[in-house]
T-cell receptor
Framework: EPEVTQTPSHQVTQMGQEVILRCVPI?????FYWYRQILGQKVEFLVS????????KSEIFDDQFSVERPDGSNFTLKIRSTKLEDSAMYFC????????????FGNGTRLTVT | DAKTTQPNSMESNEEEPVHLPCNHS???????IHWYRQLPSQGPEYVIH???SNVNNRMASLAIAEDRKSSTLILHRATLRDAAVYYC?????????FGQGTILTVHP
């Protein structure tokens, strides 16, 4: 069964550094998402992306965050200047064109900001 | 998105059925009910979704109350692999609002 893959599985970075989290969504999917989960807390929506632009974003997704689909297969989340509170699991997800179709999540990148 | 209420935790024995309840009393007429689960150290995994009628798939069944204010996820024979946090979400589609979910423990 096709999977969403995320790399790296664990990223350690220093406060103030830029970090790029990478995702390869399922190949025929059209909608792409980032979610995050701070340790011990709920899974939170960050952003959705369709047709090469952001379709919706949460309050968490401020100017420090950006997303990009640089080619036909990758979907990236960039954090420009990481803060300690950005430490979390970041999950990428994708779905096909149907508005009611399920989201397929990757297994996440654990970001640790020191 | 309508708020959902789930028990914090439930326990089951292996190979027994499990009924996971969810209340969504403020659900609107067009909101779907989605269930996802999250196994330890993994991303959320889609389980099932429905609107009004009961739904079955290879993983589970979803029973939706006639007034749509509550639903029940049914795992017909729990296995150890079903131990996870189960999330009931109404509305949402791509933008899913996860609550704390129900931690399901399955005993051998």
């Amino acid at each position: 069964e096709p999977e969403v893959t995320q790399t790296p599985s664990h990223q350690v970075t220093q406060m103030g550094q830029e970090v790029i989290l990478r995702c390869v969504p399922i190949s025929n999917h059209l909608y792409f998402y980032w979610y995050r989960q701070i340790l011990g807390q709920k899974v939170e929506f960050l952003v959705s992306f369709y047709n090469n632009e952001i379709s919706e974003k949460s309050e968490i997704f401020d100017d420090q965050f950006s997303v990009e689909r640089p080619d036909g297969s990758n979907f990236t989340l960039k954090i420009r200047s990481t803060k300690l509170e950005d430490s979390a699991m970041y999950f990428c997800a994708s779905s096909d064109g149907d508005a009611y179709s399920p989201l397929h999540f990757g297994n996440g990148t654990r970001l640790t900001v020191t | 998105d309508a708020k959902t209420t789930q028990p914090n935790s439930m326990e089951s024995n292996e190979e027994e059925p499990v009924h996971l309840p969810c209340n969504h009393s403020t659900i609107s007429g067009t909101d779907y009910i989605h269930w996802y689960r999250q196994l330890p150290s993994q991303g959320p995994e889609y389980v099932i979704h429905g609107l009004t009628s009961n739904v079955n798939n290879r993983m589970a069944s979803l029973a939706i109350a006639e007034d749509r204010k509550s639903s029940t996820l049914i795992l017909h024979r729990a296995t150890l692999r079903d131990a996870a946090v189960y999330y009931c979400i109404s509305g949402g589609y791509g933008k899913l609002t996860f609550g704390q979910g129900t931690i399901l423990t399955v005993h051998p």
